[in-house]
């Protein structure tokens, strides 16, 4: 937990008035909206977009002002966590669920900014599996059509009921083991109908923070 929260409460340190910021989904994320409430308490003036509905709703608890996404056209900063970040910055998300909101915001924000722990820093992607959000129509076949592509794919669970995604769809997890070219992999999955939307974040990174179990952090470069 302290690792996380200190990757968080650096990356914070890069928002400032008058920004639209972009709130991540999942428990590094929560640092990032946690600290930013705290500085908006403090006077900060920022206006906010969530990346799922439990990212709303802490924001809202926190006083954060989020304001619609009809009247933004771009998104100053985001600060979101990952599952897994390589070498090249690419990254595997949606370990939470929120992947297609996340990459909505993401692929509007001007800068990203990834807060993990050290524990996702890897050589290659592939050992977290790849989440991949499907629509509940025919979702025997897409499956079978994402298992083509040389995964083991899993239906999430919840309460032993498939998991429903803030959109209403399905979350498949594909475990390749190892994903040698993300770019190919993520062209490939969303080319299949059925699939809204995969987990690989293809150069979208501007930033990646990491927390160490000591407590330091460091800026990747
Ligand atoms: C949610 C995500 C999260 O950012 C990812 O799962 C990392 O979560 P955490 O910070 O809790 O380890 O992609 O969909």
Known sequence: MEAKKAAA???????HDGMIVGLGTGSTAY???????????????IQAVATSVASENLAKELG???????????????IDGADEVDADWHLTKGGGGALLREKIVAFSSKKLIVVVDESKVV??????????????????????NLQALGCEPQVRMADN????????????????????????????????????ENGLFVGMASQVIVGYRDGSVKRLV
Not at 31 to 45: C, E
Not at 133 to 140: A, C, L, N, P, R
Not at 169 to 180: A, Q, R, V
């Open 9 to 15: 409460e650096l990356a914070i340190m890069d928002v």
């Open 31 to 45: 640092w990032a909206i946690q600290g930013l409430g705290l500085r908006v308490q403090n006077g900060l003036n």
């Open 64 to 78: 954060i002002p989020l304001i619609p996404f009809a009247d933004i056209t771009e998104i100053d900063i985001t």
């Open 123 to 144: 050589e290659r992607l592939g050992t977290f599996p790849l989440p991949v959000e499907i629509v509940q129509f025919g979702y025997e076949l897409t499956i079978r």
């Open 161 to 196: 009921q498939p998991y429903v995604t803030d959109n209403g769809n399905y979350i498949i997890d594909c475990y390749f083991g190892s994903i040698p070219n993300p770019a190919e992999l993520h062209q490939a999955m969303n080319s299949i109908p059925g699939v809204v």
